[in-house]
T-cell receptor, first 114, second 114 residues
């Protein structure tokens, strides 16, 4: 079974630009989650999408947004990039919204802001 | 706010030594508990999970963890480590309010010397 796939692997942007990160969940999974892993800050929850709807978001400014498509893939958009947005962005997926379904992670997109 | 604390940031062991990694969480209600592992160059993988029932759970590759509710702990153990266990280990919690959010500890880097 194919795992969670993320693209691109690396993304280099400058301050003020916009970045789009993409995620394809495991086949059959309807929930997609986004996390930020910044140096020294650990893994921080960003967003949760399920069945095309945003179900929850973490403590991040509105310039972090996303969407989930009918095929359950997802995009994370970061507008007005700042230097501190440099991080590894991880996508995870799970089967539905049930709590007893563990999240499965992709390899991540490393976003570097110059 | 809920949080997860991993006591050991960097552990160095020789092969065949026993391993115990500590994890404590702060939340008074029902929780689901996870240990994830990240081998060098790979994505986060689920080692084991606890939802309910027997507080001693067994995972892949000989790992086990014990949930002690009174101590808010979920420590990871392995009787005899191998060089291939060298990795970063993350404890994570989600609370039963169905936020989709996993709260991660800061991670423990385990280095096993052959």
């Amino acid at each position: 079974e194919a795992g969670v796939t993320q693209s691109p692997t690396h993304l280099i942007k400058t301050r003020g630009q916009q970045a789009t990160l993409r995620c394809s969940p495991i086949s059959g999974h309807t929930s997609v989650y986004w996390y930020q892993q910044a140096l020294g800050l650990g893994l921080q929850f960003l967003l949760w999408y399920d069945e095309g709807e945003e179900r929850n978001r973490g403590n991040f400014p509105p310039r972090f947004s996303g969407r989930q498509f009918p095929n359950y893939s997802s995009e994370l958009n970061v507008n007005a990039l700042e230097l501190e947005d440099s991080a590894l962005y991880l996508c995870a997926s799970s089967w539905g919204r049930l709590l007893n379904q563990p999240q499965h992670f992709g390899d991540g997109t490393r976003l570097s802001i110059l | 706010a809920q949080s997860v604390s991993q006591h050991n940031h960097h552990v160095i062991l020789s092969e065949a030594a026993s391993l115990e990694l500590g994890c404590n969480y702060s939340y008074g209600g029902t929780v689901n508990l996870f240990w994830y592992v990240q081998y060098p160059g790979q994505h986060l993988q689920l080692l084991l999970k606890y939802f309910s029932g027997d507080p001693l759970v067994k995972g892949i590759k000989g790992f086990e963890a014990e949930f002690i509710k009174s101590k808010f702990s979920f420590n990871l153990r392995k009787p005899s480590v191998q060089w291939s266990d060298t990795a970063e280990y993350f404890c994570a919690v989600n609370v039963a309010s169905n936020t989709g959010k996993l709260i991660f500890g800061q991670g423990t880097t385990l280095q096993v010397k052959p």
